[in-house]
């Protein structure tokens, strides 16, 4: 079975950082596109950041100079480093690992920007 596990949320004050990371179990992940989406209450799931297998990556348009995503293939890891944190980021964030059709999500780390 498939396992992504996120975890380093929990609660910053606007302008800090933190680092997120994702643990992938049984799959090839070097093999994947992985990326991470959020989502606040009310408002739809987005992506926020994605990385390829040849380590190409993209950046929503709210996030870019602040986060950066990477991947370490030999530890079957993602990360997403954020920094300059404002309450808009304010979210549950989920890993995805996909290498379609396989589209793998993880429970989601829970984000809070708040003084």
């Known amino acids: 079975q498939v396992q992504l596990v996120e975890s380093g949320g929990g609660l910053v004050q606007p302008g800090g950082s933190l680092r997120l990371s994702c643990a992938a179990s049984?799959?090839?992940?070097?093999?994947?596109?992985m990326g991470w989406y959020r989502q606040a209450p009310g408002k739809q799931r987005e992506l926020v950041a994605q990385?390829?297998?040849?380590?190409?990556?993209t950046y929503a348009d709210s996030v870019k100079g602040r986060f950066t995503i990477s991947r370490d293939d030999a530890k079957n890891t993602l990360y997403l480093q954020m920094n300059s944190l404002k309450p808009e980021d304010t979210a549950l964030y989920y890993c995805?690992?996909?290498?379609?059709?396989?589209?793998?999500w993880g429970q989601g780390t829970q984000v809070t920007v708040s003084s």
């Open positions: 995805r690992a996909l290498d379609s059709p396989r589209d793998y």
């Open positions: 049984t799959i090839i992940f070097s093999r994947y596109i």
């Open positions: 990385i390829t297998r040849y380590y190409s990556t």
